[in-house]
């Protein structure tokens, strides 16, 4: 199979012209012409994962490995040391990052793990109705993202109604208007906005929120694939 082929697939399902100008998804690394065996589907890169990549596969990753332009490839950053890894290893790698955030991954979320039918009110946001006391509702969402720890900040004792932004979504603040936001990577000063204009946040994490990538990746493919996992960089104690 070739890469193209697989691109043309992954288009189809979730054109890569949908993504916003600053993102980076496509081809990243490798060649169209390429011939690969495996496919593998994963959240994020890590120097582990890819050493345990078989040689001359593909990898589809949610995030892309490089945003800013690379004007040397010496193993000193991230972003060199991995794809300098992808080049000997003859791994090609694609992305799919704003493009399905917007077609698919918040609502696979909002339905498969949250267990509820979202309306998209955004290219980003997904909101729903519920009828649960916050600390309840609070629960409800740590249990379903498996959350040891959730950081919260209430402005409501019922919950009415949430959005959901997978990732880091607190730049759609001012588009929000349900008792409750949930997304990730929450600021302290977000968190201040949110209080002053009475809306609650749970903070769901940006690796919790989107490690679901590569399974409704898979729902929609018609060939064999393997899920791998890139590890959290934060333990939490």
């Known amino acids: 199979m070739l ?11 979730s054109p890569f012209e949908l993504q916003e100008s600053w993102d980076n998804s496509g081809l990243i690394v490798g060649d169209f012409d390429n011939e690969i065996q495996t496919v593998y589907l994963s ?14 596969s593909l990898i589809i ?17 991230y972003e060199q040391k991995i794809a300098i890894k992808l080049i000997q290893k003859n791994i090609s790698l694609i ?6 955030d917007k077609t698919h991954l918040n609502k696979y979320v909002m339905s498969e793990v949250l267990g509820f039918e979202g309306i998209q009110s955004d290219d980003f946001v997904l909101s729903a109705n519920v009828d649960m006391d916050f600390d309840e509702f609070v629960k409800y969402i740590k249990a379903r993202f498996n959350l040891t720890h959730i950081t919260t900040v209430q402005s409501h004792h019922k919950v009415r109604s949430f959005s959901l932004t997978t990732g880091s979504g607190m730049s759609l603040l001012p588009s929000i208007t349900t008792d409750v936001f949930l997304t990730g990577d929450i600021k302290y000063h977000e968190a ?16 919790a929120s989107e490690q679901y990538f590569p399974h409704a990746l898979s729902a929609l493919l018609h060939f064999d694939t393997q899920i791998v996992t890139s590890h959290n960089p934060f333990v939490i104690k």
């Open 3 to 13: 890469v193209r082929d697989i691109y043309n697939k992954l288009n189809q399902i």
């Open 95 to 100: 992305s799919m990052h704003t493009n399905f």
């Open 61 to 77: 990753t949610h995030h892309p490995l490089i945003f800013k332009p690379l004007k040397q490839l010496i193993p000193v950053s």
């Open 43 to 56: 959240l994020d890169l890590d120097l582990d994962l890819v050493d345990e990549l078989a040689a001359n």
């Open 192 to 207: 201040m906005q949110a209080k002053a204009r009475n809306i609650s946040l749970i903070d769901i994490t940006h690796y």
